[in-house]
């Protein structure tokens, strides 16, 4: 109870792994740390489904769902009769939204 | 307007086997233009107003290729989003280096936005790579991208069709001096952290947002209900947008929605109590106020929590979904049975006083 982020769709296969380092670069949450083998998923909780890590992954040894967890896009999708995933990131679309705005202008 | 038309490719010359996605102007040369690490008051005043969400989309950077200093064929390359506060966040970081600035149309959204649409993206990477003839400018082949651009671009993509390598730089441009000490980012400069600083920012917007509905819900509640039910409409709606923020890491549970239920009801703690200890009332009317502060308060609060969700840096769409499901039934049955309660306690008021 109280926690509704303890699942999510990332899923990885560390047969597959060729040991890049490549996920552990991406990823901003510290989800995956570089192993002596292969890399290590360490705190899959932690993960917000960016998709950084599989997009960035050369063997395709991780998958995960991506998509923007912003509850103003799902129920304005919702709201307006679409698929709550078809509800994209309102963010440089007509409408103004509330969600992410200036969230991440630190980043270069 | 002919900004939309491929352009009489200008980029890519000597492989015209190559499709052209060039989108510039045939107006526009694609030179270079000059960008400085001076950050002027114009510049504060635009972030002022991006800040403000006054002209949201407006605040944009003509894409293409910068040049910083003064540049040579081995300098470095680095990405970044036409949003002002994402170029002007690297450009400055950047003070004393000579470097190229690739600015991608990202339709003046941030670098991590844009990358989770797909606008800071290995297509547009490539297409601005060869529209401004990169290949040409640099001898290396190497471009240095924020590492919050990752979830839009694929490096085997990238390089199989523009033959440049993708390197991750750090999160925040602040820390690329470090990094390109050792081309190496330590496991803090990889790291989102949404520090208190990242969470005042955001309150502005947040407020801007909210501000007409609360507006509106405090007037209509002002004639209908007295000066006390509006003032509490503007407190629960200051908790969602100014205190939410400012507490998130702070307050207990995981789900931003039972961390706006908490809020909400310490909000509506004075005004519960006024409504209880109110002399003059019968009991079941000082019962009933009770009962509204903290039905429709909470409500609203978590509401408005729950939509953080998007600003927020660590919420996933799963986790996110599960809660609008779990949540969102709740907060409208709180919500709902307030203002019946409410409607009700007035009915009864205009009764007795006829």
């Keep these: ?108 | 307007m002919d900004t939309t038309q491929s352009c009489g490719c200008s980029c890519t010359p000597g492989i015209p086997s190559l499709p052209c996605g060039c989108t510039q102007s045939k107006k526009e040369t694609p030179g270079i233009r000059t960008a400085t690490s001076t950050i002027t008051i114009d510049n504060r005043f635009d972030h002022f107003l991006a800040r403000w969400g006054v002209n949201r989309m407006g605040h944009t950077v003509r894409p293409g290729l910068y040049q910083l200093g003064n540049p040579d064929e081995d300098s470095p390359v680095f990405a970044s989003a036409n949003y002002t506060l994402s170029f002007d966040a690297l450009r400055s970081a950047l003070a004393g280096i000579d470097a190229y600035l690739l600015v991608l149309d990202t339709k003046g959204i941030n670098v991590w936005c844009a990358a989770g649409k797909g606008t800071f993206g290995s297509a547009e990477l490539v297409r601005s790579i060869e529209c401004t003839d990169l290949a040409h400018v640099v001898r290396h082949r190497t471009i240095i991208l924020p590492q919050l651009g990752a979830p839009g671009v694929s490096w085997p993509e990238v390089l199989r069709r523009s033959g440049f390598k993708v390197e991750y730089g750090p999160v925040r441009a602040s820390d690329l001096p470090r990094y390109l000490k050792t081309h190496t980012a330590t496991p803090e400069m990889r790291r989102v952290l949404f520090l208190l600083a990242d969470r005042l920012a955001l309150i502005p917007v947040e407020l801007v947002h909210a501000a007409l509905p609360a507006i509106a819900g405090a007037l209509i509640l002002f004639f209908f209900a007295g000066p006390l039910a509006a003032l509490a409409a503007v407190t629960a709606v200051l908790a969602g947008t100014v205190a939410f923020p400012i507490l998130l890491p702070f307050l207990p549970t995981r789900d931003f929605s039972t961390k706006g239920l908490i809020l909400g009801t310490i909000a509506g703690l004075p005004f519960a109590g006024t409504f209880a200890l109110n002399p003059s009332g019968p009991v079941w009317m000082n019962a009933a106020g009770t009962g509204m502060a903290f039905l429709v308060m909470p409500a609203v609060t978590a509401y408005l929590a729950l939509n953080f969700t998007g600003c927020s840096t660590s919420t996933s769409r799963t986790g996110v979904k599960n809660e609008i499901f779990r949540y969102v039934p709740v907060m409208a049955v709180m919500a709902a049975s307030g203002v019946v309660l409410g409607i009700l306690l007035g009915l009864l008021g205009w009764l007795e006083v006829i």
Excluded at chain 1, 21 to 50: D, I, K, N, Q, Y
Excluded at chain 1, 75 to 100: F, K
């Design chain 1, 1 to 108: 109870m109280f926690d509704s982020y303890r699942g999510n769709t990332l899923r990885y296969d560390p047969d597959r792994c060729i040991n890049c380092g490549m996920c552990s670069r991406v990823c901003p949450h510290g989800v995956f740390v570089p192993g002596r083998e292969t890399a290590v998923l360490s705190a899959s909780v932690s993960c917000m489904e960016c998709g950084a890590c599989a997009l960035n992954c050369p063997v395709q040894a991780i998958t995960v769902q991506s998509g923007v967890g912003c509850a103003w896009a799902m129920i304005s999708a919702a709201l307006r009769g679409r698929d709550m995933d078809s509800g994209e990131c309102s963010c440089g679309g007509e409408q103004p939204g509330s969600c992410c705005g200036a969230a991440q202008e630190k980043s270069e």
